[in-house]
């Protein structure tokens, strides 16, 4: 038994799946269709059979009715003829046989019968070399037993001309089930051969453009194979959206990282040759090289930053958005001491608290405060705010700067963008960026907008658990 498992399970495994689906299907229809003929087949020669039954019953119960001279007699010889009954009576005593022969056999059930001591019943046997039926019977208030034979040839040869019959249907119904299941794999796993094939081509060009091609028709009508190929698409559309957004990343980091260590290998090739500068040049150049490293520092943090597309949750706790923002604001202002920072908390978000990683928001609190207050003009007020709204917390940071220009609002938030008003200012054009991955992991959402009377007006809504 073990060695007869492992080899269909060999099987299993060499076979393709469109081979063992046509196969089960076709065996499925099959031996359905062999049970029908084989059912057709008991039910035709029971019924064949049953009605020369019924005959004999009818003709015996038609003898006994016409017959008035009782007494043992042998059998005639209309057993010979096809439509033609015989019969013949027989007493329960064998003394009272007739001296002629009879002509169908008598044994001890027919004496039985002819006395009472049991019921009627059917015989077949061959009479006169031609196969019969018989029909023992007891004559009502006489020991004696009627027997009743007809020839059986002719139901025997239409049982078997329909045994014939039904075996070449049985056999066709085999070869088109055969065909239906040959059919039915093949239509019915076009989807997964083309799901097969666009996943061999990913993988042997590795471009996730391909798509599988989807059947026409309403939704409503998808099979479970087309929702599977929907599906699959869907993966392969995000697939192709992240490997885009990071070969962007990487191009747009490796062309950002290319202007500071240039001047980062400029600077130290001028120190190297420390010897030949004066003390201000060598002081000046040790001073760049140090900025040009915090850069090149911050930078690559960044993008370590961006890199993560979720927030670990083991570090995800209760955290209060106005403590943060506080903190954040408190922050801000000893970085940017020639600007104004005020803060405006509703006592009904004071103590709110939602689930995040405290570390991370304070980042997205601190890139928004350090935006707005690049922007700032010296002196200028940066206004901060929170309050509750339906289902969660709004959180606004407003400056009173230029303002974001309409054609620079679809792209505040991508990497490495930088607005022309913002080119000439510190900065890699992450911040935003990171702050947008940031609320988005915690299932926030970050928008800008131009502010009433100028400057720009960035909103963060906070869901409420």
């Not at 029971?46 to 059998?75: C, F, K, V, Y």
């Not at 509703?346 to 935006?371: I, K, Y």
Request: proline share 7%; with cysteine; aromatic share 4%.
């Amino acid at each position: 038994m073990t060695g007869t498992r492992g080899l269909g399970a060999r099987w299993r495994r060499r076979r393709p799946l469109r081979a063992r689906l046509a196969l089960a299907a076709s065996s499925a229809v099959a031996v359905v269709a062999v049970g029908i003929c084989a059912a057709a087949f008991v039910i035709l020669d029971h019924q064949m059979t049953r009605q020369l039954e019924l005959n004999l019953t009818q003709t015996a119960a038609q003898a006994i009715r016409d017959r008035h001279d009782w007494g043992p007699t042998p059998s005639d010889t209309l057993c010979q003829y096809p439509a033609s009954a015989c019969i013949q009576i027989v007493p329960s005593d064998p003394a009272k046989d007739p001296r002629k022969r009879y002509v169908l056999p008598v044994s001890d059930a027919t004496r039985q019968v002819a006395d009472g001591r049991r019921a009627a019943f059917y015989t077949k046997l061959t009479v006169a070399g031609h196969p019969v039926r018989m029909l023992t019977t007891r004559l009502a208030d006489k020991d004696e037993a009627v027997q009743v034979a007809q020839r059986s040839d002719t139901v025997d040869r239409g049982v078997q001309q329909a045994a014939w019959a039904l075996s070449g249907v049985g056999g066709a119904g085999v070869l088109l089930a055969a065909a239906l299941g040959y059919w039915v794999s093949r239509t019915g796993l076009a989807p997964v051969a083309r799901l097969t094939a666009t996943a061999e081509r990913i993988a042997a060009t590795r471009d996730a453009r391909h798509r599988i091609e989807l059947p026409a028709g309403p939704p409503a009508r998808e099979d479970e194979i087309t929702r599977l190929a929907t599906s699959f698409n869907t993966m392969l559309g995000e697939l192709e959206q992240s490997v885009t957004a990071q070969r962007r990343l990487v191009a747009d980091a490796s062309h950002e990282l290319r202007t500071p260590l240039t001047a980062l290998r400029t600077n130290a090739e001028l120190l190297a040759r420390a010897d030949r500068l004066t003390d201000a040049q060598r002081d000046r150049a040790s001073a760049a090289l140090g900025r040009q490293l915090r850069e090149v520092t911050t930078l690559v943090n960044d993008l370590i930053e961006l890199a993560r597309d979720e927030e670990p949750q083991p570090l995800v706790e209760q955290v209060r958005p106005a403590a943060l923002l506080e903190h954040a604001v408190g922050a801000a202002g000893e970085h940017w001491p020639e600007l104004t920072f005020t803060t405006a908390i509703d006592p009904a978000a004071a103590d709110a608290t939602v689930p995040g990683v405290p570390a991370r928001l304070a980042r997205l609190l601190s890139n928004l405060l350090d935006n707005a207050a690049k922007f700032s003009p010296p002196g200028g007020p940066v206004e901060t705010a929170l309050s509750p709204v339906p289902g969660a917390l709004e959180l606004t940071v407003r400056d009173h700067g230029p303002g974001i220009e309409a054609g620079d609002l679809p792209h505040v938030f991508d990497r490495f963008y930088r607005a022309k008003a913002a080119r000439a200012l510190p900065g890699s054009g992450l911040g935003l960026a990171m702050a947008r991955q940031i609320a988005r992991a915690h299932g926030a959402d970050l928008t800008a907008e131009q502010a009433p009377g100028g400057g720009a007006l960035f909103r963060l809504r906070i869901p409420l658990p």
